[in-house]
């Protein structure tokens, strides 16, 4: 018995292994596929109405592709414009930049004028702009905006079958199941998908929100790039905890670069800070509720997991396919042990 037991947890970890390297070697695939999968989960309310109402399947996929379609063709397009536009006007900061890394030399009085002459004439700002600006980390992230295209049609592709094969696929199970494991399996198929659509919705709103307040703060204090600074605070946002005080720090430190250690830095530090902490801390607790019931420890290793398992996208899908794991393992009870670590509710 005790072998089988040793066994069993050997296999375990082998086939935990083979999982995670499979995921991370075909990340191309899996990562349109995820997004394909919560998106479903998404439209399954709208999907539902429209079969109620008697639309021909055709017709709901084809709204589904329109919708999906538009809405990340719109975000695609405004993320190369802004990038492009950043990429731009970055050479207008390069005397900004050597003036204000001279002026941090003469005050600390560091005795080197040759390090002076180093950063005002040897540098190549523009060189460092193309290596490590803000551009060249969306491209590296998110490819080119033609692999933005194709991982946008490979995800329209596989939500497409999904749709089209679930309904299919549920009944050939429920055909050979018990009646007791068809009411469990529906009962969990719908709270995943009310407990993930809502934390998407929700956290979809909160971002919008973040963002275009964020945008309104970096207009009224006259900091460039209003437009890429609400696009980060709203894409960074869907990392909790640490996306959004990153993304706040790109206008902050572009304050800096303009006006210095002026009150507009002052200002919109403050205020980003502290749009941060309300919508944290008042607005998201309010509107997502429990949310999804993560404890904040696994949050951060699932964020640390999944950043290397698939790179920044991860930490975007990490909370919500942590969410899925865990209501998933909660119905088997073997495995309930692990949704109580996982979990922050103290109730089963």
Same mark, same amino acid.
């Given at each position: 018995?005790?072998?089988?037991?040793?066994?069993?947890?050997?296999?375990?970890?082998?086939?935990?292994?083979?999982?995670?390297?499979?995921?991370?070697?075909?990340?191309?695939?899996?990562?349109?596929?995820?997004?394909?999968?919560?998106?479903?989960?998404?439209?399954?309310?709208?999907?539902?109405?429209?079969?109620?109402?008697?639309?021909?399947?055709?017709?709901? #996929?084809?709204? @589904? /592709?329109?919708?999906? &379609?538009?809405?990340?063709? $719109? !975000?695609?397009? %405004? *993320?190369?414009?802004?990038?492009?536009?950043?990429?731009?006007?970055?050479?207008?900061?390069?005397?900004?930049?050597?003036?204000?890394?001279?002026?941090?030399?003469?005050?600390?009085?560091?005795?080197?004028?040759?390090?002076?002459?180093?950063?005002?004439?040897?540098?190549?700002?523009?060189?460092?702009?193309?290596?490590?600006?803000?551009?060249?980390?969306?491209?590296?992230?998110?490819?080119?905006?033609?692999?933005?295209?194709?991982?946008?049609?490979?995800?329209?592709?596989?939500?497409?079958?999904?749709?089209?094969?679930?309904?299919?696929?549920?009944?050939?199970?429920?055909?050979?199941?018990?009646?007791?494991?068809?009411?469990?399996?529906?009962?969990?198929?719908?709270?995943?998908?009310?407990?993930?659509?809502?934390?998407?919705?929700?956290?979809?709103?909160?971002?919008? #929100?973040?963002? @275009? /307040?964020?945008?309104? &703060?970096?207009?009224?204090? $006259? !900091?460039?790039? %209003? *437009?890429?600074?609400?696009?980060?605070?709203?894409?960074?946002?869907?990392?909790?905890?640490?996306?959004?005080?990153?993304?706040?720090?790109?206008?902050?430190?572009?304050?800096?670069?303009?006006?210095?250690?002026?009150?507009?830095?002052?200002?919109?530090?403050?205020?980003?800070?502290?749009?941060?902490?309300?919508?944290?801390?008042?607005?998201?607790?309010?509107?997502?509720?429990?949310?999804?019931?993560?404890?904040?420890?696994?949050?951060?290793?699932?964020?640390?997991?999944?950043?290397?398992?698939?790179?920044?996208?991860?930490?975007?899908?990490?909370?919500?396919?942590?969410?899925?794991?865990?209501?998933?393992?909660?119905?088997?009870?073997?495995?309930?042990?692990?949704?109580?670590?996982?979990?922050?509710?103290?109730?089963?």
């Amino acid at each position: 018995m005790e072998k089988n037991k040793l066994l069993n947890v050997a296999l375990s970890i082998i086939v935990v292994a083979l999982v995670v390297y499979i995921l991370k070697t075909l990340k191309t695939i899996f990562i349109p596929l995820t997004f394909a999968l919560f998106l479903s989960l998404l439209f399954a309310p709208l999907v539902r109405f429209l079969e109620n109402k008697k639309f021909p399947k055709f017709l709901i #996929i084809i709204t @589904l /592709v329109l919708i999906i &379609f538009i809405t990340f063709n $719109g !975000i695609g397009t %405004v *993320v190369y414009t802004s990038v492009a536009s950043f990429s731009k006007n970055f050479p207008k900061y390069e005397e900004k930049i050597t003036q204000a890394m001279q002026n941090v030399i003469y005050k600390l009085e560091i005795p080197k004028e040759s390090l002076k002459d180093y950063i005002q004439n040897k540098i190549n700002w523009l060189d460092i702009a193309n290596k490590l600006s803000l551009s060249k980390t969306i491209t590296g992230t998110m490819g080119s905006f033609i692999t933005f295209f194709i991982n946008l049609l490979l995800t329209i592709i596989f939500m497409i079958f999904i749709v089209q094969e679930r309904s299919i696929i549920f009944d050939r199970i429920y055909k050979v199941i018990t009646e007791a494991y068809k009411r469990k399996s529906i009962k969990l198929l719908e709270r995943m998908e009310k407990q993930v659509g809502k934390y998407i919705v929700s956290k979809t709103i909160i971002s919008l #929100i973040t963002g @275009l /307040v964020g945008m309104f &703060f970096v207009k009224i204090y $006259g !900091i460039d790039f %209003v *437009v890429i600074s609400g696009l980060l605070l709203f894409i960074l946002n869907y990392i909790p905890n640490l996306g959004s005080f990153i993304a706040s720090a790109f206008p902050i430190i572009i304050s800096m670069v303009e006006y210095g250690l002026g009150w507009q830095t002052f200002a919109i530090s403050i205020s980003l800070v502290s749009l941060q902490i309300a919508m944290g801390n008042i607005v998201e607790p309010k509107i997502m509720g429990s949310g999804l019931s993560l404890s904040p420890l696994v949050i951060l290793i699932s964020l640390i997991f999944w950043y290397w398992i698939w790179g920044p996208v991860g930490m975007i899908l990490a909370i919500p396919i942590t969410s899925a794991i865990n209501i998933m393992i909660r119905e088997v009870p073997s495995l309930r042990v692990f949704s109580a670590i996982i979990s922050s509710e103290t109730k089963s």
